[in-house]
DNA sequence: CGCTCATAAT
């Protein structure tokens, strides 16, 4: 990383503050046509010659090409053009001309055009044009540090920054703005508080665009305080100032804090303009704080900010994220010009709707509507990006729809999406939600660069797909790259040591996560490893560790001890745990049915009522069984029971047929889920045999090509029957079938399912 | 004179 203390700071001068009282007002793109150079008036060109509206670029070029001489100043509306049109090639036709009629000795032409080029995206041509200058200014070698971080190179703003300290040149707010933001792209704090420093030493703290930038590098560090305190010490906040103080606290997690800042505003009669309104709606989504953004909303249109594109986006991404998909239609239909973030923003709400939505259907519903836009897109004009294809792939991991993933991964490699890291990341999690660990190492093995996320999610991939030696070789590869693990690694870390049954190594890992990584342990590391204990069978271990650990366990816990008690038939410490449970009130129905589930083959009636009576109290509702299989590109999902397709009879004759066979090869149909309500008790029995998963996968065996596998998600838990009975029909089908339940992904192959027959299982 | 600061989506 460069540094600023190889060169000799301290001799800096003071700075040129009559520089700044002379430049009072920004230079917009716009008004910089009007740069009143002296003009001769004895030039016999014609007037319009100097209106760029007026300007015919060819006609100019004609007469240029004669060999008129111009004054310098007639160049500035062609070369506005230049950037207008994103011409470099047109921008150096007028160079060329320049240097023909002795023109590029005005200094303030060539600064001109060192802007044109980097404004074009060629800096090497700026950079050309800057060499070339005998002179040079602060502020020609200001306008080559903007170009360098207008162009995404902060590394050579910063060279360039240096160059001109060395060159003794005194650098004005102008240059000390674009460095800050340099620092900024860079989040190198350590450099941004050196250039701090000197702001500071030369009292220009108090300039408005400097306390502005101030503001924004600490932000972009995520020193959230420092931000706010350099926000307070801004004298005279001006829109832009509020609207960065606003977005820094969306950026830092503070989206309250946010709000606070806009009514604040308000209250201080700022005038928020249409950037204004973009960071308080992001702000009004994260918080789902739908009536503020209401309220927002008919700001907007007092103010006249709801012509702005950006605005009407933002509201109608806030609509949707908050399930108000009418207001939402409305909105894109008021649209003029639908841009590839409406279409982004289109798919990402209903993505986030399906993957927060607990209810399945309605997530079905939501997921289901993403992939129609993007097909929609797919057939329009616009071409989707980086930010269309990690929303639509993320629907897609949510759906477990496998052959839509893989299409949306031919298309991100035919438009070269993939050397994004997070697509990459969002591939490899779509691969592993899918089941398909072959495509997720593929994938993960292709990503130019890893990250955290990435080495994280294949991982817990492989921990999931019941592959823990390679999850904890991944672990020591990530470590050895130098990669950090976070708690959520460690997470998939303690997962894969709980499948293989490896107490000593988890031990080691968990001393190394608090020692060497500094990481708190959380609920979810405590149940990997009480999940190790009871899967070995080893239940007062598991219960030493729970009263060991600083925690009050929670509901998630105590479900799986019990689950373990029922299993390994310790039915003493099982009761004990049912009782911690119930203290706690759980709001699952999953976990009541577990508990129910347990007294029942206890045969402990007294509790059985006990604890239907406490889900009557609590209002505990009926599991809700769902079950879904994604085929090319319809989603089809089914209740148990279910006989609303038109194949019901087809798929009904087939389940019975595997079932005889089954019973053949020594299956043993068993009653294993008792249902909520009280009433469902005589009809659970047949339930079971129809329960909804069974229905996809006999559906999926109908529909779909004899050597594909068969992807279902399901809404709860697996029952033990269903994971039985679906281990042999994977067997007699020769199928893999994978189903993603509520708690973990169950890959089934010849009789066998990859979770080790292991689980909360109901 | 010329050079800067803030926006929507993963």
New binding site residues.
């Given amino acids: 990383m460069a540094s600023l203390s190889s060169v000799a700071v301290t001799s800096i001068p003071k700075f040129d503050l009559e520089?700044?009282?002379?430049?009072?007002?920004?230079?917009?793109?716009e008004?910089?046509s009007?740069?009143?150079?002296q003009r001769n008036s004895t030039t016999t060109l014609p007037d319009r010659f100097i209106d760029p509206k007026c300007l015919d670029f060819r006609e100019a070029l004609s007469i240029l090409n004669e060999g008129t001489k111009i004054e310098s100043a007639y160049y500035v509306p062609l070369l506005q053009q230049c950037i207008d049109n994103y011409s470099a090639s047109e921008a150096q036709i007028i160079h060329t001309h320049i240097i023909k009629t002795g023109a590029h000795e005005d200094?303030?032409l060539m600064?001109?055009l060192?802007?044109v080029y980097?404004?074009c995206g060629v800096m090497d041509y700026a950079h050309e044009v800057f060499d070339k200058l005998p002179v040079k200014?602060?502020?020609?070698?200001?306008?080559l540090?903007?170009?360098h971080?207008?162009n995404s190179q902060p590394e050579l703003a910063i060279e360039v920054f240096k160059e001109l300290l060395e060159a003794g040149a005194y650098p004005?707010?102008?240059?000390?703005?674009?460095v800050?933001?340099a620092c900024?792209s860079l989040y190198d704090i350590k450099m941004g508080k050196q250039i701090h420093g000197y702001i500071i030493k030369y009292q220009i703290e108090s300039?408005?665009?400097?306390?502005?930038?101030i503001?924004?590098l600490y932000s972009?560090c995520n020193c959230f305080d420092f931000a706010v305190k350099a926000f307070g010490r801004i004298p005279e906040k001006?829109?832009?100032?509020w609207?960065?103080m606003?977005?820094?606290c969306?950026?830092n997690g503070e989206a309250q804090k946010g709000l606070d800042f806009f009514v604040e505003m308000l209250s201080e009669n700022g005038e928020p303009?249409?950037?204004?309104?973009?960071?308080v709606?992001?702000l009004c989504?994260?918080l789902q704080a739908l009536e503020f953004g209401k309220q927002v909303h008919s700001v907007s249109i007092k103010l006249g900010c709801l012509f702005?594109?950006?605005?009407?986006?933002?509201i109608m991404?806030l609509y949707l994220?908050s399930g108000q998909t009418d207001e939402a239609r409305k909105m894109l239909n008021a649209m003029e010009t639908v841009?590839?973030?409406?279409w982004?923003?289109m798919?990402?709400?209903y993505?986030?709707m399906t993957?927060v939505e607990k209810d399945v259907v309605t997530a079905q519903h939501s997921g289901t509507e993403a992939l129609n836009i993007f097909l929609k897109l797919n057939r329009s004009s616009v071409k989707p990006?980086?930010?269309?294809?990690?929303?639509i792939l993320?629907v897609c991991s949510s759906l477990v729809a496998s052959a839509q993933g893989e299409q949306i991964h031919a298309q991100a490699i035919k438009t070269g999406s993939l050397s994004?890291?997070?697509?990459g990341?969002?591939l490899v999690n779509m691969y592993n939600k899918c089941g398909n660990i072959e495509g997720a190492t593929k994938a993960f093995v292709e990503m130019p660069t890893r990250t955290v996320i990435s080495w994280t999610s294949m991982i817990t991939g492989y921990a999931q797909h019941g592959r823990p030696q390679q999850a904890l070789q991944l672990f020591e590869d990530m470590t050895l790259a130098g990669g950090r693990p976070n708690k959520i690694t460690f997470v998939g870390v303690f997962s894969a040591c709980s499948h293989a049954g490896m107490v000593d190594e988890a031990m080691r890992y968990f001393k190394m996560m608090k020692k060497e990584y500094k990481i708190k342990p959380v609920m979810e590391h405590f149940a990997c490893l009480i999940d190790m204990f009871v899967r070995l069978g080893r239940l007062q271990d598991a219960f030493d560790f729970i009263k060991k650990m600083n925690f009050e366990p929670n509901e998630f816990i105590w479900s799986i001890l019990i689950a373990g008690c029922r299993s390994h038939g310790n039915m003493e410490l099982g009761f004990y745990a049912a009782e911690r449970l119930l203290e706690l009130k759980p709001k699952d129905s999953e976990t009541y049915v577990l508990l129910l589930n347990m007294y029942l083959s206890a045969a402990r009636w007294k509790d059985v009522s006990r604890v239907r009576k406490m889900m009557k109290d609590e209002k505990i509702g009926k599991l809700k069984d769902w079950s879904s299989i994604s085929i090319r590109n319809i989603v089809r999902s089914f209740k148990p029971d279910d006989r609303s397709d038109t194949h019901s009879p087809e798929m009904y004759a087939l389940l019975n047929d595997l079932l005889d066979k089954a019973k053949n090869l020594g299956y043993v149909s068993q009653k294993s889920l008792e249902m909520a309500d009280e009433e469902e008790k005589g009809k659970t029995f047949s339930s079971v045999v129809h329960h909804s998963e069974k229905l996809a996968v006999a559906y999926g065996l109908l529909k779909m090509p004899s050597s594909a596998s068969i992807r279902v998600l399901k809404s709860i838990s697996m029952c033990r029957d269903c994971h039985s009975f679906i281990k042999y029909i994977s067997a007699l089908a020769g199928r893999e079938i994978i189903i993603r339940d509520s708690k973990r992904l169950h890959q089934f192959n010849n009789g066998h399912c990859s979770c080790g027959d292991f689980g909360s299982l109901l």
């Avoid at 300039?207 to 502005?212: E, L, M, P, V």
Wanted: one cysteine or more.
């Fill in positions: 520089f700044r009282k002379s430049s009072q007002h920004s230079l917009s793109t008004k910089s009007n740069i009143s150079y200094m303030f600064t001109f060192i802007n980097s404004k200014n602060v502020v020609t070698w200001t306008a540090i903007t170009g971080v207008r004005t707010n102008y240059t000390l703005g674009a800050l933001s900024s300039d408005t665009s400097i306390g502005n930038s503001c924004s972009k001006n829109v832009i100032s609207t960065t606003i977005s820094a969306g950026d303009n249409e950037f204004t309104m973009t960071s709606l992001s989504c994260v702005n594109t950006p605005v009407k986006n933002s991404y994220r841009s590839l973030i409406t982004n923003a798919i990402a709400g993505a986030q993957d990006d980086l930010f269309t294809f990690s929303s993320t994004d890291i997070v697509v990341s969002a």
